[in-house]
């Protein structure tokens, strides 16, 4: 529940994403917002009022004149409640509505007159999207402080392939979680590496290991919402990106390494989360190995390079974090591999507690002493280290 306590108004405009506004107050909900829906005439075109009434539990709102505010002002009574207003969809016409301060229903009214953050998730067709009207407004509601969620790229309802789709609803609901996270770590860079390596045997086989991945796409998620701008060097999981998170998909770890070593300089902060193959196949076959042709094949193995280490080692390099997960004496490797690679700060957990699971428990080791974190799903966890980073490095 990342959204809990939090009152959102959501406003809703004519267009045929309206539709999905429908899930997204049922994610909203789910997450713990109270959500307060509004709509506009032209959206009741597309969805009626009862839907979002069943799914919120709460009637909805369409009038300027409706008095069922004791004192006829809902528009001032429902803003002043709200955490955030959030339009989803916002229509080309709603959005220039809003550019012009006009007043002229329900909706606009309420925006004009918020004292809270508006954020809006822009859907129209793409001609109406690149039109340098829709343009102008666009940059006219960033100047005056309104977060922009999307549009995305896609086929349209229309038929037509372009910008102005509107963000998907759980798209939506991270964006608003991220809206609210303490922003601990704004303006920085920070590189992350998650999930396993696979290193090649033949081109079908290979040696990998169980990392689910959960854990540094959590850290990836947590880092972005708190304001950093991150990049994750993802090992093959079967995961999606999160939300505004710059991901780079390797396989072995020699990529994997490639991949942090040309970003490694320019990062504020790196975090090796990633199970990465301590070694790899010497003698890898170009072609699928036969069981026919004699013996057992023989692996030979080299070590990788370790990347966590050879980031640490970098004069004037980032901030490092290893992670370390261990199936006994958690203390004692922990904290030997933090003085081995030479880094301030390193994570661990017995894998029985964390690996392929939603939930873990941490450590955090560093020059302080030892913090053992409560047991939590990945995604608190993940919060309370970006935190502690933070701290450490005197970001926050
Ligand atoms: N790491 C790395 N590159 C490697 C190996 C590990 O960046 N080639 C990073 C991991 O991402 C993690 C930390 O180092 O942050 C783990 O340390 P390590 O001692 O390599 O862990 P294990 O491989 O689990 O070590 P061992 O097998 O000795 O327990």
Redesign the pocket.
Known sequence: MELSGKRIVLGVTGGIAAYKAAELVRLLGKQGAEVQVAMTEGATHFVTATTFQALSGRPVYLDQWDARMPNAMAHIDLSRSADLILVAPASADFLARVVHGLADDLLATMVLARDCPLLVAPAMNRQMWENPATQRNIAQLQADGVQILGPACGEQACGEVGAGRMLEAEEIVEEAIAFFAPKVLTGKKVLI?AGP?FEAIDPVRGITNLSSGRMGYAVARAARQAGAQVTLISGPVGLAAPQGVDRVNVRS?LD??AE?MVRAAAADVF????????YRVANAADHKLKKDTGGIPPIELV?????????AAMAGGPFC??????SRNLEE?AQS?RR??NIPL?AGNLIQDGFGGDDNRLVLFDEAGVHPLTPAPKSVLARQLIEHIAHLTGSH
Do not use: Q, R, S, W
């Open positions: 590496t390596t770890a994997m390494h942090v975090i090796g989360v990633a199970a990465v193959a301590d070590e990788n390079p370790d990347i966590l280490a050879e980031v974090v290893g992670f370390a997960a261990e490797y591999k081995k690679k390193i």
